[in-house]
Every structure is written in C-alpha cells, then in structure tokens.
C-alpha cells in the first residue's frame, strides 16, 4: 500500500531556514505531481506548493512564493520542501500527497515551528 512518510520540521527562529522530505513507497512515484500541504489547528489543508510529474512546473502559494522550492528525486522517490526566510505564520504542521483530498493515505506530517 501507498506509505508517505514527511520529516525534517522542528523549531526555528523567523528568518530561519528547514528542509522537508517525504519520502513515498507502494507508487509510480514519478508518474504523479505532488504537492505540500499545511494544517493548523481548527484550519482546514491547505496547499503550499505542487511540482509536475516530471518536475518541469511548479506552483506555489502566493504566501510561500519567493521563500519556498520545491522539488522532487524520482530516483529515490522523495519530495522535498526547501523553506527559507521563515515567518510565524508559517507554523503548521505539513504534509505532502497528491491534492488536498489526498488520493493517499495522509503521512503523520510534520511539525513546523517558527518562532518570533
């Protein structure tokens, strides 16, 4: 079955950097566009950033735009996530698949904490 697996959050000040990965298994992983989504609590999933199943495109939210890359290694079948510049609004807890309705199961995410 499909397992995604998120890592790399923890606690950083604002301006600060971190580097997600989620690491996919039981998929044509190359075969898919991807995407990170974040939630807080009492929020619904939103998207942060999408990349084509070829890595040719990206879209990024308009909060994350110019802060935000992300890209993807089909050879290891993982995403990543590259946050730089880093706010306060930006603490949430994040994951990645494929929309907001998943098709997959949601990881456990990742928490991400930035402190003022």
């Known amino acids: 079955q499909v397992q995604l697996v998120d890592s790399g959050g923890g606690l950083v000040q604002a301006g600060g950097s971190l580097r997600l990965s989620c690491a996919a298994s039981?998929?044509?992983?190359?075969?898919?566009?991807m995407g990170w989504f974040r939630q807080t609590l009492g929020k619904e999933r939103e998207l942060v950033a999408a990349?084509?199943?070829?890595?040719?495109?990206?879209y990024y939210a308009n909060f994350v735009k110019g802060r935000f890359t992300i890209s993807r290694d089909d050879v290891t079948s993982t995403l990543y996530l590259q946050m730089n510049s880093l706010k306060p609004e930006d603490t949430a807890r994040y994951y990645c698949?494929?929309?907001?309705?998943?098709?997959?199961?949601w990881g456990q995410g990742t928490q991400v904490t930035v402190s003022s």
């Open positions: 039981g998929l044509s992983f190359s075969t898919y566009a």
């Open positions: 698949n494929q929309s907001p309705l998943g098709p997959w199961p």
């Open positions: 990349i084509n199943a070829i890595g040719s495109t990206t």
